[in-house]
Protein backbone atom coordinates (compact mmCIF):
# COMPACT_ATOMS: atom_id res chain seq x y z
CA UNK A 1 0.00 0.00 0.00
CA UNK A 2 1.21 3.54 -1.23
CA UNK A 3 -0.32 6.59 1.32
CA UNK A 4 -0.37 10.39 0.35
CA UNK A 5 -1.99 12.60 2.68
CA UNK A 6 -2.63 16.17 3.54
CA UNK A 7 -1.33 18.24 6.77
CA UNK A 8 -2.74 21.10 8.02
CA UNK A 9 -5.37 22.55 10.39
CA UNK A 10 -8.23 22.58 10.17
CA UNK A 11 -8.58 20.27 7.58
CA UNK A 12 -12.62 20.48 7.12
CA UNK A 13 -12.99 19.98 3.39
CA UNK A 14 -10.20 19.02 0.84
CA UNK A 15 -9.81 19.83 -3.22
CA UNK A 16 -6.50 17.36 -3.01
CA UNK A 17 -8.26 14.20 -1.48
CA UNK A 18 -11.27 13.95 -3.78
CA UNK A 19 -8.73 14.40 -6.61
CA UNK A 20 -6.20 12.05 -5.52
CA UNK A 21 -8.76 9.81 -4.89
CA UNK A 22 -10.24 9.92 -8.63
CA UNK A 23 -6.80 10.05 -10.25
CA UNK A 24 -6.05 6.30 -8.24
CA UNK A 25 -9.52 5.14 -9.22
CA UNK A 26 -8.50 5.88 -13.04
CA UNK A 27 -5.55 4.75 -12.69
CA UNK A 28 -6.28 1.61 -11.31
CA UNK A 29 -4.12 2.09 -8.30
CA UNK A 30 -5.78 0.27 -5.77
CA UNK A 31 -3.15 -0.02 -3.56
CA UNK A 32 -2.99 3.86 -3.30
CA UNK A 33 -5.18 6.27 -1.09
CA UNK A 34 -5.21 9.52 0.18
CA UNK A 35 -5.94 9.99 3.63
CA UNK A 36 -6.22 13.77 5.62
CA UNK A 37 -4.02 14.19 8.82
CA UNK A 38 -5.03 17.65 10.61
CA UNK A 39 -2.30 18.28 12.47
CA UNK A 40 -2.96 21.04 15.29
CA UNK A 41 1.03 21.37 15.82
CA UNK A 42 3.34 20.97 13.31
CA UNK A 43 5.82 19.23 15.36
CA UNK A 44 3.13 16.01 15.57
CA UNK A 45 4.33 15.51 11.88
CA UNK A 46 7.42 13.37 13.42
CA UNK A 47 4.98 11.28 15.00
CA UNK A 48 2.49 11.12 12.01
CA UNK A 49 5.21 9.60 9.72
CA UNK A 50 6.65 7.28 12.21
CA UNK A 51 3.29 5.73 12.83
CA UNK A 52 2.21 5.34 8.82
CA UNK A 53 5.00 4.24 7.79
CA UNK A 54 3.51 3.61 4.07
CA UNK A 55 3.18 7.15 3.62
CA UNK A 56 5.13 8.21 0.58
CA UNK A 57 4.40 11.93 -0.13
CA UNK A 58 2.15 14.29 1.58
CA UNK A 59 0.79 18.17 0.92
CA UNK A 60 1.23 20.43 3.45
CA UNK A 61 -1.37 23.42 3.57
CA UNK A 62 -2.02 26.20 6.01
CA UNK A 63 -0.84 26.90 8.98
CA UNK A 64 2.09 24.87 8.48
CA UNK A 65 3.79 26.05 5.04
CA UNK A 66 6.49 27.38 6.72
CA UNK A 67 6.99 25.53 9.92
CA UNK A 68 7.10 22.38 7.96
CA UNK A 69 10.49 23.58 6.73
CA UNK A 70 12.45 22.82 9.70
CA UNK A 71 11.63 19.23 9.87
CA UNK A 72 12.74 18.44 6.18
CA UNK A 73 15.90 16.93 5.01
CA UNK A 74 15.95 19.14 1.53
CA UNK A 75 14.30 22.27 0.76
CA UNK A 76 13.99 22.51 -3.00
CA UNK A 77 15.97 25.99 -4.76
CA UNK A 78 11.84 27.66 -5.46
CA UNK A 79 10.82 26.68 -2.06
CA UNK A 80 13.82 28.35 -0.20
CA UNK A 81 13.20 31.44 -2.16
CA UNK A 82 8.96 31.55 -1.02
CA UNK A 83 9.96 30.47 2.32
CA UNK A 84 7.02 27.87 1.94
CA UNK A 85 6.79 24.25 1.13
CA UNK A 86 3.50 22.50 0.32
CA UNK A 87 4.60 19.36 -1.03
CA UNK A 88 6.74 16.91 0.60
CA UNK A 89 8.19 13.55 -0.71
CA UNK A 90 9.03 10.85 1.62
CA UNK A 91 12.05 8.51 0.74
CA UNK A 92 13.78 5.54 2.19
CA UNK A 93 16.33 7.41 4.41
CA UNK A 94 19.64 6.22 4.00
CA UNK A 95 22.29 6.18 6.56
CA UNK A 96 25.53 6.04 4.72
CA UNK A 97 24.73 8.61 2.20
CA UNK A 98 23.40 10.99 5.20
CA UNK A 99 26.54 10.56 6.85
CA UNK A 100 28.27 11.94 3.95
CA UNK A 101 26.22 14.76 3.38
CA UNK A 102 26.41 15.83 6.64
CA UNK A 103 22.33 15.51 7.17
CA UNK A 104 20.91 14.20 10.29
CA UNK A 105 17.67 13.08 11.32
CA UNK A 106 16.03 10.97 13.82
CA UNK A 107 13.53 9.68 11.63
CA UNK A 108 14.08 6.49 9.07
CA UNK A 109 13.21 8.77 6.23
CA UNK A 110 14.09 11.22 4.02
CA UNK A 111 12.10 14.47 3.76
CA UNK A 112 12.27 16.66 0.95
CA UNK A 113 10.45 19.73 0.67
CA UNK A 114 8.87 21.63 -3.08
CA UNK A 115 6.53 24.32 -3.51
CA UNK A 116 4.17 23.53 -6.27
CA UNK A 117 1.92 26.46 -5.85
CA UNK A 118 4.12 28.54 -7.78
CA UNK A 119 4.15 25.85 -10.79
CA UNK A 120 0.83 26.05 -10.69
CA UNK A 121 0.12 29.79 -10.49
CA UNK A 122 2.78 30.33 -13.36
CA UNK A 123 1.56 27.90 -15.94
CA UNK A 124 -1.96 29.11 -15.73
CA UNK A 125 -1.36 32.37 -15.76
CA UNK A 126 1.29 32.97 -18.27
CA UNK A 127 -1.29 32.41 -21.46
CA UNK A 128 -3.41 34.75 -20.40
CA UNK A 129 -0.77 37.65 -20.27
CA UNK A 130 0.10 40.86 -22.94
CA UNK A 131 2.75 42.78 -22.80
CA UNK A 132 0.68 45.41 -20.81
CA UNK A 133 0.46 43.38 -18.11
CA UNK A 134 4.07 44.75 -16.80
CA UNK A 135 2.49 46.01 -13.54
CA UNK A 136 0.56 44.06 -11.14
CA UNK A 137 -0.96 44.41 -7.85
CA UNK A 138 -1.55 41.76 -5.54
CA UNK A 139 -4.58 41.55 -2.79
CA UNK A 140 -3.81 40.57 0.38
CA UNK A 141 -0.25 39.64 2.47
CA UNK A 142 -0.67 36.44 3.54
CA UNK A 143 1.43 33.01 2.79
CA UNK A 144 -0.49 32.79 -0.61
CA UNK A 145 1.39 35.51 -1.69
CA UNK A 146 5.07 34.45 -1.58
CA UNK A 147 4.28 31.66 -4.55
CA UNK A 148 2.71 34.42 -6.57
CA UNK A 149 4.97 37.12 -5.41
CA UNK A 150 8.07 34.77 -6.65
CA UNK A 151 6.16 33.87 -10.14
CA UNK A 152 5.93 37.75 -10.96
CA UNK A 153 9.29 38.60 -9.77
CA UNK A 154 10.30 35.56 -12.25
CA UNK A 155 8.53 36.75 -15.28
CA UNK A 156 9.57 40.10 -14.66
CA UNK A 157 6.07 41.37 -13.73
CA UNK A 158 6.68 44.24 -11.32
CA UNK A 159 3.94 43.92 -8.25
CA UNK A 160 2.71 46.14 -5.65
CA UNK A 161 1.28 44.43 -2.35
CA UNK A 162 -1.88 45.29 -0.84
CA UNK A 163 -3.33 45.02 2.31
CA UNK A 164 -5.04 46.88 5.68
CA UNK A 165 -2.17 49.01 6.25
CA UNK A 166 0.03 50.78 4.25
CA UNK A 167 3.72 49.63 5.74
CA UNK A 168 6.68 49.86 4.15
CA UNK A 169 6.77 49.08 0.26
CA UNK A 170 3.24 47.44 0.82
CA UNK A 171 -0.08 49.72 0.10
CA UNK A 172 -3.49 49.95 1.98
CA UNK A 173 -6.70 49.64 0.07
CA UNK A 174 -7.57 53.32 0.51
CA UNK A 175 -4.51 54.26 -1.76
CA UNK A 176 -6.07 52.52 -4.88
CA UNK A 177 -6.69 55.29 -7.12
CA UNK A 178 -7.60 55.90 -10.33
CA UNK A 179 -3.64 56.01 -11.39
CA UNK A 180 -2.70 52.81 -9.71
CA UNK A 181 -5.83 51.04 -11.51
CA UNK A 182 -4.32 52.02 -15.21
CA UNK A 183 -1.16 51.10 -13.97
CA UNK A 184 -1.47 47.91 -12.41
CA UNK A 185 -3.61 46.28 -15.53
CA UNK A 186 -2.82 42.46 -13.47
CA UNK A 187 -4.45 42.45 -10.50
CA UNK A 188 -3.85 38.87 -8.50
CA UNK A 189 -6.15 38.14 -5.00
CA UNK A 190 -4.59 35.84 -2.99
CA UNK A 191 -7.32 36.55 -0.12
CA UNK A 192 -9.99 34.53 1.20
CA UNK A 193 -12.54 36.76 0.57
CA UNK A 194 -15.42 35.57 -1.78
CA UNK A 195 -14.95 31.82 -0.98
CA UNK A 196 -18.14 29.86 -0.17
CA UNK A 197 -19.98 30.44 2.39
CA UNK A 198 -18.93 34.11 2.44
CA UNK A 199 -19.67 34.54 -1.66
CA UNK A 200 -21.17 38.04 -1.40
CA UNK A 201 -17.39 39.57 0.32
CA UNK A 202 -15.19 40.71 -2.01
CA UNK A 203 -11.48 43.25 -1.84
CA UNK A 204 -12.83 46.70 -1.47
CA UNK A 205 -10.94 47.89 -4.84
CA UNK A 206 -12.76 50.77 -7.14
CA UNK A 207 -13.93 48.06 -9.36
CA UNK A 208 -15.44 51.03 -11.28
CA UNK A 209 -11.59 51.83 -12.75
CA UNK A 210 -11.04 47.99 -13.95
CA UNK A 211 -10.99 48.18 -17.87
CA UNK A 212 -11.19 45.69 -20.59
CA UNK A 213 -7.39 45.67 -20.39
CA UNK A 214 -7.40 44.31 -17.01
CA UNK A 215 -6.57 40.78 -16.28
CA UNK A 216 -7.58 39.74 -12.78
CA UNK A 217 -6.55 36.30 -11.46
CA UNK A 218 -8.36 35.19 -7.89
CA UNK A 219 -6.77 32.12 -6.08
CA UNK A 220 -10.22 31.18 -4.66
CA UNK A 221 -11.80 28.70 -6.96
CA UNK A 222 -15.30 27.50 -4.56
CA UNK A 223 -17.36 29.66 -6.26
CA UNK A 224 -16.46 29.31 -10.04
CA UNK A 225 -17.08 33.07 -10.19
CA UNK A 226 -16.23 34.98 -7.05
CA UNK A 227 -17.95 38.75 -6.40
CA UNK A 228 -14.38 39.79 -7.24
CA UNK A 229 -14.10 38.52 -10.77
CA UNK A 230 -17.97 39.27 -11.45
CA UNK A 231 -17.20 42.59 -11.04
CA UNK A 232 -14.12 42.41 -12.98
CA UNK A 233 -16.28 40.52 -16.02
CA UNK A 234 -18.96 43.14 -16.21
CA UNK A 235 -16.35 45.41 -16.41
CA UNK A 236 -14.89 43.91 -18.94
CA UNK A 237 -11.58 42.42 -17.76
CA UNK A 238 -10.40 38.84 -19.08
CA UNK A 239 -11.08 37.15 -15.48
CA UNK A 240 -9.60 33.86 -14.11
CA UNK A 241 -9.99 31.37 -10.98
CA UNK A 242 -7.67 29.00 -9.00
CA UNK A 243 -9.28 25.96 -10.42
CA UNK A 244 -6.54 25.20 -13.35
CA UNK A 245 -4.00 26.09 -10.98
CA UNK A 246 -5.22 23.35 -7.91
CA UNK A 247 -5.02 20.79 -11.01
CA UNK A 248 -1.47 21.73 -12.02
CA UNK A 249 -0.17 22.25 -8.44
CA UNK A 250 -1.51 18.62 -7.33
CA UNK A 251 -0.16 17.09 -10.94
CA UNK A 252 3.19 18.53 -9.86
CA UNK A 253 3.13 16.89 -6.80
CA UNK A 254 2.52 13.63 -8.76
CA UNK A 255 5.07 13.56 -10.54
CA UNK A 256 7.54 14.68 -7.84
CA UNK A 257 6.02 11.55 -5.62
CA UNK A 258 6.34 9.41 -8.52
CA UNK A 259 10.09 10.41 -9.61
Known amino acids: ?8 FPLSHSFSKGYFTRKFEELGLEDHV ?57 VNH ?15 VRLEGYNTDAYGFEKSLKPLLHKHHDKALILGNGGATRAVAYVLKKL ?10 HVGRQISYSKINKEVMKEN ?4 NTTPLGMAPDVDSCPDIPYEL ?19 LKRGREQGATI ?8 LQAEKSWEIWTS
Not at 45 to 62: H, K
Not at 185 to 188: A, F, M, V
Open 240 to 247: KNGLEMLH
Open 156 to 165: GIEYTIVSRR
Open 185 to 188: LLII
Open 94 to 108: KPVESFFTGELTSMK
Open 210 to 228: ISSKHLLYDLVYNPEETEF
Open 1 to 8: MKKYGLIG
Open 34 to 90: YELFPLPNISDVQELITSEPELVGLNVTIPHKIGIMYYLDKVDEAAKAIDAVNCIKI
